[in-house]
Protein backbone atom coordinates (compact mmCIF):
# COMPACT_ATOMS: atom_id res chain seq x y z
CA UNK A 1 0.00 0.00 0.00
CA UNK A 2 1.54 3.48 -0.92
CA UNK A 3 -0.23 5.07 1.95
CA UNK A 4 -1.92 7.50 -0.12
CA UNK A 5 -5.54 7.92 1.90
CA UNK A 6 -7.15 7.72 -2.17
CA UNK A 7 -5.84 4.26 -2.45
CA UNK A 8 -6.27 2.81 1.06
CA UNK A 9 -9.89 3.54 0.66
CA UNK A 10 -10.52 1.81 -3.41
CA UNK A 11 -8.09 -0.72 -1.65
CA UNK A 12 -10.18 -1.37 1.33
CA UNK A 13 -13.51 -0.65 -0.96
CA UNK A 14 -12.42 -3.11 -3.81
CA UNK A 15 -11.70 -6.18 -1.54
CA UNK A 16 -15.06 -6.33 -0.47
CA UNK A 17 -16.87 -5.59 -3.55
CA UNK A 18 -14.62 -8.41 -4.85
CA UNK A 19 -15.26 -10.81 -2.08
CA UNK A 20 -18.95 -11.21 -3.29
CA UNK A 21 -18.07 -12.64 -6.34
CA UNK A 22 -19.93 -9.88 -8.62
CA UNK A 23 -19.37 -9.88 -12.34
CA UNK A 24 -16.64 -7.92 -13.73
CA UNK A 25 -17.80 -4.32 -15.13
CA UNK A 26 -16.76 -4.03 -18.84
CA UNK A 27 -18.51 -0.47 -18.34
CA UNK A 28 -19.09 1.99 -15.80
CA UNK A 29 -21.87 4.33 -16.19
CA UNK A 30 -21.80 6.98 -14.03
CA UNK A 31 -24.77 8.85 -14.50
CA UNK A 32 -25.80 12.76 -13.70
CA UNK A 33 -28.70 12.82 -15.47
CA UNK A 34 -30.43 10.15 -17.04
CA UNK A 35 -30.65 7.16 -14.64
CA UNK A 36 -34.08 6.68 -14.81
CA UNK A 37 -34.92 2.86 -15.48
CA UNK A 38 -32.34 1.66 -16.37
CA UNK A 39 -31.34 -0.59 -13.25
CA UNK A 40 -34.41 -1.74 -14.08
CA UNK A 41 -32.70 -3.28 -17.34
CA UNK A 42 -30.19 -5.75 -15.51
CA UNK A 43 -30.38 -8.74 -15.48
CA UNK A 44 -28.80 -10.89 -12.90
CA UNK A 45 -29.01 -7.54 -10.73
CA UNK A 46 -27.68 -7.03 -7.63
CA UNK A 47 -27.79 -3.64 -5.53
CA UNK A 48 -24.96 -3.03 -3.23
CA UNK A 49 -25.15 -0.08 -0.47
CA UNK A 50 -22.07 1.84 -0.60
CA UNK A 51 -22.56 2.85 3.07
CA UNK A 52 -22.15 -0.22 3.97
CA UNK A 53 -18.76 -1.06 2.11
CA UNK A 54 -15.23 -0.05 4.15
CA UNK A 55 -13.48 2.30 2.61
CA UNK A 56 -16.25 4.47 1.00
CA UNK A 57 -16.09 8.25 1.74
CA UNK A 58 -18.76 9.98 3.74
CA UNK A 59 -20.23 11.78 0.66
CA UNK A 60 -21.11 8.39 -1.07
CA UNK A 61 -22.49 6.46 1.87
CA UNK A 62 -25.50 6.54 0.60
CA UNK A 63 -25.33 5.70 -2.57
CA UNK A 64 -26.43 2.45 -4.32
CA UNK A 65 -24.58 0.75 -6.83
CA UNK A 66 -26.45 -1.18 -9.20
CA UNK A 67 -24.78 -4.34 -10.77
CA UNK A 68 -25.69 -7.09 -12.98
CA UNK A 69 -26.10 -7.06 -17.49
CA UNK A 70 -27.10 -4.95 -19.56
CA UNK A 71 -27.91 -6.97 -22.61
CA UNK A 72 -25.22 -9.22 -21.99
CA UNK A 73 -22.74 -7.01 -21.10
CA UNK A 74 -21.54 -6.71 -17.35
CA UNK A 75 -21.90 -3.21 -16.15
CA UNK A 76 -21.75 -1.01 -12.65
CA UNK A 77 -24.70 1.92 -12.36
CA UNK A 78 -24.27 5.04 -10.33
CA UNK A 79 -25.83 8.08 -9.96
CA UNK A 80 -23.23 10.90 -9.81
CA UNK A 81 -24.67 12.72 -6.75
CA UNK A 82 -22.60 12.59 -3.58
CA UNK A 83 -23.39 14.37 -0.53
CA UNK A 84 -26.30 16.44 0.70
CA UNK A 85 -28.04 18.18 -2.41
CA UNK A 86 -27.54 21.84 -0.24
CA UNK A 87 -24.16 21.73 -0.76
CA UNK A 88 -24.39 22.17 -4.58
CA UNK A 89 -22.12 19.68 -5.44
CA UNK A 90 -19.28 21.26 -3.49
CA UNK A 91 -16.57 19.92 -1.52
CA UNK A 92 -16.81 20.02 2.52
CA UNK A 93 -14.91 21.62 4.75
CA UNK A 94 -11.97 19.75 4.80
CA UNK A 95 -12.95 16.99 2.27
CA UNK A 96 -9.99 15.71 0.15
CA UNK A 97 -9.92 16.54 -3.68
CA UNK A 98 -10.50 13.03 -4.96
CA UNK A 99 -13.34 12.36 -2.92
CA UNK A 100 -16.02 13.39 -5.25
CA UNK A 101 -14.94 11.54 -7.71
CA UNK A 102 -13.96 8.57 -6.24
CA UNK A 103 -16.29 6.00 -7.83
CA UNK A 104 -14.17 6.22 -11.12
CA UNK A 105 -10.93 4.69 -9.25
CA UNK A 106 -13.22 1.98 -7.46
CA UNK A 107 -14.96 0.89 -10.54
CA UNK A 108 -11.00 1.13 -12.75
CA UNK A 109 -9.84 -0.78 -9.75
CA UNK A 110 -12.89 -3.69 -10.09
CA UNK A 111 -11.79 -3.99 -13.96
CA UNK A 112 -13.62 -1.74 -16.02
CA UNK A 113 -11.72 -0.31 -18.85
CA UNK A 114 -14.57 1.75 -20.01
CA UNK A 115 -16.83 4.86 -18.11
CA UNK A 116 -19.90 6.19 -19.48
CA UNK A 117 -20.69 9.97 -17.94
CA UNK A 118 -23.78 11.48 -18.35
CA UNK A 119 -24.80 15.53 -17.21
CA UNK A 120 -26.62 18.17 -18.33
CA UNK A 121 -25.15 21.38 -19.74
CA UNK A 122 -25.84 23.90 -22.32
CA UNK A 123 -24.95 25.51 -25.87
CA UNK A 124 -22.71 28.16 -26.70
CA UNK A 125 -22.54 30.15 -29.37
CA UNK A 126 -20.44 28.51 -31.56
CA UNK A 127 -20.21 29.61 -35.18
CA UNK A 128 -17.74 26.48 -36.36
CA UNK A 129 -20.31 23.77 -34.01
CA UNK A 130 -23.77 25.05 -33.18
CA UNK A 131 -25.32 23.02 -30.86
CA UNK A 132 -28.93 22.94 -30.75
CA UNK A 133 -30.97 22.73 -27.19
CA UNK A 134 -32.61 18.89 -26.87
CA UNK A 135 -29.70 17.36 -28.20
CA UNK A 136 -27.49 14.88 -26.56
CA UNK A 137 -23.67 16.55 -27.41
CA UNK A 138 -21.10 13.97 -26.85
CA UNK A 139 -17.96 15.32 -26.00
CA UNK A 140 -14.46 14.81 -28.56
CA UNK A 141 -12.53 16.99 -26.28
CA UNK A 142 -12.41 19.32 -23.16
CA UNK A 143 -11.22 22.47 -21.49
CA UNK A 144 -11.06 22.40 -17.71
CA UNK A 145 -11.84 25.62 -16.58
CA UNK A 146 -13.38 24.82 -13.02
CA UNK A 147 -10.37 25.60 -11.37
CA UNK A 148 -10.77 22.18 -9.80
CA UNK A 149 -9.00 19.00 -10.31
CA UNK A 150 -9.73 15.55 -8.03
CA UNK A 151 -5.57 14.71 -8.48
CA UNK A 152 -4.57 17.46 -6.04
CA UNK A 153 -2.30 15.49 -3.02
CA UNK A 154 -2.00 12.02 -5.65
CA UNK A 155 1.76 12.15 -5.87
CA UNK A 156 1.91 9.22 -3.57
CA UNK A 157 -0.94 7.19 -5.36
CA UNK A 158 -0.09 4.13 -7.11
CA UNK A 159 -3.42 4.13 -8.92
CA UNK A 160 -1.97 6.41 -12.20
CA UNK A 161 0.47 8.54 -13.10
CA UNK A 162 0.31 12.61 -11.48
CA UNK A 163 0.16 13.96 -15.02
CA UNK A 164 -2.10 11.24 -17.22
CA UNK A 165 -1.96 11.56 -20.63
CA UNK A 166 -5.44 13.01 -21.80
CA UNK A 167 -4.92 12.80 -25.32
CA UNK A 168 -6.96 9.84 -25.57
CA UNK A 169 -9.35 10.33 -22.89
CA UNK A 170 -12.63 10.12 -24.99
CA UNK A 171 -12.78 7.28 -26.52
CA UNK A 172 -13.59 8.06 -30.35
CA UNK A 173 -14.90 4.54 -31.38
CA UNK A 174 -17.13 4.14 -28.99
CA UNK A 175 -18.49 8.40 -29.72
CA UNK A 176 -18.82 7.34 -33.58
CA UNK A 177 -21.18 4.00 -32.00
CA UNK A 178 -22.97 6.49 -30.30
CA UNK A 179 -23.38 8.83 -33.41
CA UNK A 180 -25.06 5.68 -35.32
CA UNK A 181 -26.98 4.29 -32.44
CA UNK A 182 -28.37 7.66 -31.80
CA UNK A 183 -29.25 8.99 -35.50
CA UNK A 184 -30.67 5.31 -35.72
CA UNK A 185 -32.75 5.46 -32.32
CA UNK A 186 -33.95 9.17 -34.53
CA UNK A 187 -32.31 10.87 -31.13
CA UNK A 188 -30.44 14.12 -32.31
CA UNK A 189 -26.76 13.39 -31.63
CA UNK A 190 -24.02 15.72 -32.48
CA UNK A 191 -19.97 16.00 -31.17
CA UNK A 192 -19.05 19.01 -29.35
CA UNK A 193 -16.31 19.93 -27.41
CA UNK A 194 -16.87 20.72 -23.76
CA UNK A 195 -16.34 23.65 -21.29
CA UNK A 196 -15.46 22.04 -17.93
CA UNK A 197 -16.92 25.15 -16.25
CA UNK A 198 -16.90 26.46 -12.10
CA UNK A 199 -20.29 25.91 -9.90
CA UNK A 200 -22.65 26.06 -8.45
CA UNK A 201 -23.96 29.39 -10.23
CA UNK A 202 -25.30 29.96 -13.67
CA UNK A 203 -23.16 31.43 -16.03
CA UNK A 204 -22.75 35.52 -16.94
CA UNK A 205 -23.31 36.16 -20.71
CA UNK A 206 -19.64 37.37 -20.36
CA UNK A 207 -18.36 33.85 -19.57
CA UNK A 208 -20.54 31.96 -21.82
CA UNK A 209 -19.17 34.24 -24.66
CA UNK A 210 -15.47 33.79 -22.98
CA UNK A 211 -15.85 29.99 -23.40
CA UNK A 212 -17.18 29.84 -27.11
CA UNK A 213 -13.67 31.82 -27.73
CA UNK A 214 -11.56 29.64 -26.31
CA UNK A 215 -13.40 26.82 -28.50
CA UNK A 216 -15.92 25.37 -26.69
CA UNK A 217 -19.04 24.17 -27.99
CA UNK A 218 -20.66 23.71 -24.61
CA UNK A 219 -20.88 24.34 -20.68
CA UNK A 220 -20.62 21.94 -18.49
CA UNK A 221 -20.42 21.90 -14.76
CA UNK A 222 -19.12 19.70 -12.47
CA UNK A 223 -17.30 17.40 -15.33
CA UNK A 224 -13.96 17.94 -15.07
CA UNK A 225 -13.96 16.01 -11.45
CA UNK A 226 -14.54 13.05 -13.28
CA UNK A 227 -12.57 13.17 -16.39
CA UNK A 228 -9.57 13.54 -14.57
CA UNK A 229 -10.28 10.88 -12.51
CA UNK A 230 -11.11 8.31 -15.28
CA UNK A 231 -7.34 10.05 -16.63
CA UNK A 232 -5.55 9.22 -13.81
CA UNK A 233 -7.21 5.46 -13.12
CA UNK A 234 -6.66 4.84 -16.69
CA UNK A 235 -10.47 4.74 -18.05
CA UNK A 236 -11.14 5.75 -21.66
CA UNK A 237 -14.32 7.97 -21.14
CA UNK A 238 -17.46 8.04 -23.40
CA UNK A 239 -19.08 11.45 -21.62
CA UNK A 240 -22.75 12.41 -23.18
CA UNK A 241 -24.25 15.78 -22.36
CA UNK A 242 -27.73 16.99 -22.37
CA UNK A 243 -28.06 20.05 -24.01
CA UNK A 244 -31.03 21.93 -21.67
CA UNK A 245 -30.89 25.32 -23.45
CA UNK A 246 -29.13 27.65 -26.03
CA UNK A 247 -26.94 29.76 -23.33
CA UNK A 248 -28.60 33.03 -24.56
CA UNK A 249 -30.57 35.34 -22.68
CA UNK A 250 -31.73 34.92 -18.63
CA UNK A 251 -31.81 31.17 -17.23
CA UNK A 252 -33.43 29.96 -14.45
CA UNK A 253 -32.80 26.14 -12.58
CA UNK A 254 -36.08 25.52 -12.97
CA UNK A 255 -36.38 25.57 -16.90
CA UNK A 256 -33.20 23.67 -17.12
CA UNK A 257 -34.15 20.64 -14.95
CA UNK A 258 -37.51 19.92 -16.48
CA UNK A 259 -34.99 19.98 -20.03
CA UNK A 260 -33.05 17.58 -18.64
CA UNK A 261 -35.89 15.68 -18.03
CA UNK A 262 -37.42 16.00 -21.55
CA UNK A 263 -33.89 14.39 -22.42
CA UNK A 264 -33.63 11.39 -19.86
CA UNK A 265 -35.80 8.93 -21.79
CA UNK A 266 -33.56 9.57 -25.35
CA UNK A 267 -30.73 9.33 -23.34
CA UNK A 268 -31.59 6.08 -21.65
CA UNK A 269 -32.40 4.35 -24.56
CA UNK A 270 -28.92 5.68 -25.65
CA UNK A 271 -27.12 4.74 -23.22
CA UNK A 272 -28.90 1.40 -23.01
CA UNK A 273 -28.46 0.74 -26.84
CA UNK A 274 -24.79 0.64 -26.54
CA UNK A 275 -24.28 -2.21 -24.13
CA UNK A 276 -22.77 -4.32 -27.31
CA UNK A 277 -20.35 -1.50 -28.03
CA UNK A 278 -19.50 -1.81 -24.47
CA UNK A 279 -18.45 -4.92 -24.44
CA UNK A 280 -16.44 -4.40 -28.03
CA UNK A 281 -14.47 -1.52 -26.56
CA UNK A 282 -13.63 -2.75 -23.29
CA UNK A 283 -12.03 -6.15 -25.35
CA UNK A 284 -10.45 -3.76 -27.55
CA UNK A 285 -8.77 -1.64 -24.14
CA UNK A 286 -8.02 -5.14 -23.28
CA UNK A 287 -6.35 -6.40 -25.88
CA UNK A 288 -4.23 -3.03 -26.05
CA UNK A 289 -3.14 -3.04 -22.16
CA UNK A 290 -2.04 -6.94 -23.00
Given at each position: ????KLDEAVGT???????????????????????????????????????????????????????????????????????????GGNEMSGE???????????????????????????????????????????????????????????????????????????????????????????????????????????????????????????????????????????????????????????????????????????????????????????????????
Open positions: MSGCAAAEIGSRALPRPDAFLFLGTGIGMLPAKLSRAARVQLGRIGGVPKPWRDAVLHVGFLGETPVWILEDAPGAPEFAPWVRAFPCWLAAAAGAPVCVHTSAGLALESRANPVAPLSLALVTDHINLSGRTPLLGLGDSKLGPLFPDQSRLHLASLRHSALARGRKLGVPVVEAIAACTPFPALETPAERGYWARAGADIAVQGLAQPLLACAHSGLAVLAIVCITDSGEGIDDVGSLVRNADKLAPALEDLVASLAPDLAKAANELGVEEA
